[in-house]
């Protein structure tokens, strides 16, 4: 392989309010049966989380708040006990955690913290529009001026939106009349309509937010591994089946430099002293497994490629790492 490539809100009219809850009922099961069906294997039981803990997601009213119930609770709960752990620490040196990336993972814990919130808010409401207990929808909503403000302040928040509409309806001067008749009917399906959209939207949110904050050990190990192969190396490449010896020059960038990554590079693996790389261009691909000596500054392994192409690989370092 040549190393040139490197460089639905249907609007209700007269529908009784029993048929708008059972409908409202199987379009959530309908979106919980389509959510599951994408979910990792390992994912744990959210429902059963949100609801054990309940009270403490109720109360959340500041950031940190949300930050300790996470680590007490929350984090172990969902299987991110490494994470609970590290956010937990005291007084880690600022440049650790600056390589721990720890400022974006308490970002990532307040927003999960946030749409579980969100969501046990969501259900919260939907039982009690369910028995029509119409001030028990509104303390539920508004009850809590510090807890609403927090939320409400997590305005990028994917489920935002909805919790905005469900609030809309609840503050509305129609609800605080509370008339009979159809046009309370109305009333009742919107606001149970707009809590079951709450309930998917930050349910969605909450696992997507899981699913990044379990991977983080994995984007800490490639900045690692990113900045330890930074700098400029030369390469020399012997083709055993072509008979051949190239040399090359690469550069890596540093982490964060995606706009200078190596073109054909797609994946790169550093563990320890072990290095593995995947080059792909034009259909063909190569796998380089390497490992560092000399305290870093060498690189010795093999390739293989889609050619049929075998050999080994000489890596040196020739310049330190720079922007």
Not at 18 to 33: D, E, I, Y
Not at 49 to 71: C, N, P, R, T, Y
Not at 72 to 91: F, M, Q, Y
Request: aromatic fraction near 8%.
């Amino acid at each position: 392989m040549a190393h040139r490539i490197l460089f639905i809100r249907p609007a209700p009219s007269r529908i009784g309010l029993a048929l708008a809850m059972v409908a409202v009922s199987v379009f959530g099961v309908w979106v919980n049966a389509n959510a599951d069906g994408s979910l990792p294997s390992a994912a744990p039981d959210f429902p059963s989380i949100v609801q054990a803990h309940s009270d403490q997601l109720a109360k959340i009213e500041s950031d940190k708040m949300a930050g300790k119930l996470f680590v007490s609770a929350i984090g172990p709960a969902l299987h991110l006990g490494d994470v609970a752990r590290t956010l937990g620490a005291n007084s880690l040196p600022a440049k650790l955690a600056t390589e721990l990336l720890v400022p974006d993972l308490t970002a990532a814990v307040l927003r999960l913290m946030g749409s579980l919130a969100a969501w046990h808010l969501a259900l919260t409401v939907k039982q009690a529009v369910r028995e029509q207990q119409r001030e028990s929808v509104t303390e539920r909503l508004f009850g809590s001026p510090q807890a609403k403000a927090w939320l409400d302040q997590q305005e990028q928040s994917p489920w935002h939106a909805a919790l905005s509409a469900l609030s809309d309806v609840v503050a509305s001067p129609e609800w605080a009349k509370g008339n009979q008749g159809d046009s309370a009917s109305t009333l009742w399906f919107t606001a149970l309509e707009r809590a079951g959209h709450l309930e998917v939207a930050a349910m969605q949110a909450g696992y997507q937010e899981w699913d990044r904050i379990r991977n983080w050990k994995d984007r800490v190990r490639g900045l690692r591994g990113q900045a330890r192969l930074c700098g400029t190396w030369q390469w020399i490449i012997h083709n055993h089946q072509q008979h051949q010896e190239q040399k090359l020059s690469l550069l890596f960038p540093p982490a964060g430099y995606t706009q200078a990554a190596l073109p054909g590079l797609v994946e790169m693996i550093v563990l320890g002293e072990n290095v593995y790389l995947r080059w792909e261009i034009d259909g063909r691909a190569q796998e380089d497994s390497l490992q560092f000596s000399k305290e870093g500054h060498r690189l010795e392994g093999t390739f293989i490629n889609s050619q049929g192409g075998w050999g080994s690989i000489s890596g040196k370092r020739t310049a330190g790492c720079a922007p």
